[in-house]
């Protein structure tokens, strides 16, 4: 019987970290052409969130009437006429920058049998989507956020921040609040190794999140009681912290809080998914052919 052996030259493939950068880096460029492929439907984005931004111009404008004609404050949770309307212009312009479908991406993958494909894949699914998204964002940010300033901002006359400086810290903001959102939806995806059909949890979370991220309503409209509770939650770094920031209502230390917290429920989130991706994939049954 003969004896063989491995030579002692040989060692594990492993992908070096150049490598990874590359691999990674062609993810957001795949993404980014993906996007401008279906360039024309955005436009009609842009009609739409300019008649979301209309419609909640008008409202508030009557809600600050209504309040002064009734009393001399003219202040409405803590926020001017002028402020409100800012918020609400910059809440949908970073809503069109931060936004993804991945949970639905991968919840289709999934209930279609396409992820014993990525599982073999010599890459990380979340890490890849995560890449992925930065590659729309990008797109989004060149094609849709950019032409809905110029859209909006002349519209209903929008203000700046106080300082030239905060345009920095809310684009940074947000840069974090499309982390926070993305790792979210993740997660939301996973949820279909488990279930079926997971297209009710997704259209509860799409009229959830524009209401508790506070694009909708600002959390300064709530009771004391309920925006301790947010406090706590992880919506308030999605839209809330970022436009704040925007309007000067965050400096010095509760600049650095904010900004903060949204690191950390990021990274609370990737490490979550992590997790829950890890555990998921060992209970994962292919059906078809």
């Not at 062609?26 to 979301?52: D, E, M, P, S």
């Not at 309007?247 to 990274?267: E, N, P, T, V, Y």
């Amino acid at each position: 019987m003969s004896n063989t052996s491995v030579p002692s030259g040989l060692k594990p493939w492993r992908r070096g970290g150049a490598a990874t950068l590359g691999l990674y880096g062609y993810f957001i460029r795949l993404a980014f052409l993906k996007f401008l492929a279906y360039r024309l439907r955005y436009y009609t984005g842009v009609v739409t969130y300019t008649i979301y931004v209309a419609g909640f111009y008008y409202l508030y404008n009557a809600l600050f009437a209504s309040r002064v004609a009734t009393g001399p404050d003219q202040l409405i949770g803590g926020l001017t006429l002028d402020e409100m309307i800012t918020y609400v212009a910059i809440s949908w312009i970073g809503r069109s920058f931060y936004f993804n479908n991945i949970a639905r991406e991968l919840s289709g993958q999934i209930m279609e049998g396409q992820i014993a494909m990525q599982l073999i894949k010599p890459y990380n699914l979340q890490t890849v989507m995560m890449f992925e998204v930065v590659g729309e964002s990008a797109f989004r940010l060149l094609m849709f956020t950019l032409p809905i300033m110029l859209v909006i901002v002349p519209i209903f006359g929008i203000n700046g921040p106080p300082e030239a400086v905060l345009y920095a810290w809310s684009f940074l903001s947000f840069c974090l609040a499309l982390v926070i959102y993305t790792q979210m939806n993740f997660l939301l995806g996973c949820i279909a190794f488990f279930t079926k059909n997971i297209q009710g949890v997704l259209r509860a979370k799409m009229v959830a999140l524009d209401f508790l991220t506070g694009v909708i309503v600002p959390f300064t409209f709530f009771p004391e009681t309920i925006q301790k509770i947010m406090a706590w939650l992880p919506f308030q770094g999605i839209s809330y912290i970022p436009v704040t920031i925007y309007l000067g209502k965050r400096s010095g230390a509760d600049l650095w809080l904010g900004l903060g917290i949204q690191l950390a429920w990021a990274i609370g989130f990737y490490l979550a998914g992590r997790l829950v991706w890890a555990w998921s994939v060992r209970h994962v049954t292919v059906q078809g052919g």
